[in-house]
């Protein structure tokens, strides 16, 4: 029961390159999203997901890009990584149009931008 | 706006101790759902426990208990006897989509438990 799995767990970047971090889940689930996690700050809602072909922003959308081909995976992409990037990513995922959901989490990916 | 404010950035027990994590939301909506998720120190999240703003009713799952009172806009939570096992940071989440409850939510900053042998 792999639930939702992200990969890589870590990463360390220079500044000015790219990298897309990966997330897959095998629950089914319509809506996906992926926040990063700051000290002090809690977790911010980078960009999401209602279905496959359909993404919008969430409160810190800058310097990532997203699309969603398959249910199944919802890939986050840094065109051009900076240091502001130095964050932990979490990919999450959720039922859409039922009651009594919650979000299920991945492990997190620890990026380093240098 | 909707914003969840933790106040306690970090707090430290030592074991058995009974410990409260409080949590203070805003909106506007009159239909929200609140969370609480667990981050021990592996990083991982874990789910805790969900209210809708139409249940009031406080609950108890073994040590944990949580009180919503909407007149205070408050949803803490209390552990009872803590161990060690209990040291995580904690964080408290608000969703307003009935649709979609576990979706967009709104963090607060999270409150890290140590809980001392």
């Known amino acids: 029961n792999a639930g939702v799995t992200q990969t890589p767990k870590f990463q360390v970047l220079k500044t000015g390159q790219s990298m897309t971090l990966q997330c897959a889940q095998d629950?089914?689930?319509?809506?996906m999203s992926w926040y990063r996690q700051d000290p002090g700050m809690g977790l911010r809602l980078i960009h999401y997901s209602v279905g496959a072909g359909i993404t919008d922003q969430g409160e810190v959308p800058n310097g990532y890009n997203v699309s969603r081909s398959t249910t199944e995976d919802f890939p986050l992409r840094l065109l051009s990584a900076a240091p502001s990037q130095t964050s932990v990513y979490f990919c999450a995922s959720s039922y859409f149009g039922g009651s009594n959901t919650e979000a299920f989490f991945g492990q997190g990916t620890r990026l380093t931008v240098v | 706006a909707q914003k969840v404010t933790q106040a306690q950035t970090e707090i430290s027990v030592v074991e058995k101790e009974d410990v409260t994590l409080d949590c203070v939301y805003e909106?506007?909506?009159?239909?929200?759902?609140l969370f609480w998720y667990k981050q021990p120190p592996s990083g991982e999240l874990v789910f805790l426990i969900r209210r809708n703003s139409f249940d009031e009713q406080n609950e108890i799952s073994g040590r944990y208990s949580w009180n919503f009172q909407k007149s205070t806009s408050s949803f803490n939570f209390t552990i009872t006897a803590s161990q060690v096992v209990d040291s995580a940071v904690y964080f408290c989440a608000l969703s307003m989509n009935p649709y979609n409850q576990g979706g967009k939510l709104i963090f607060g900053q999270g409150t890290e438990l140590s809980v001392k042998p």
């Open positions: 909106t506007r909506d009159t239909t929200y759902y």
């Open positions: 629950m089914n689930h319509e809506y």
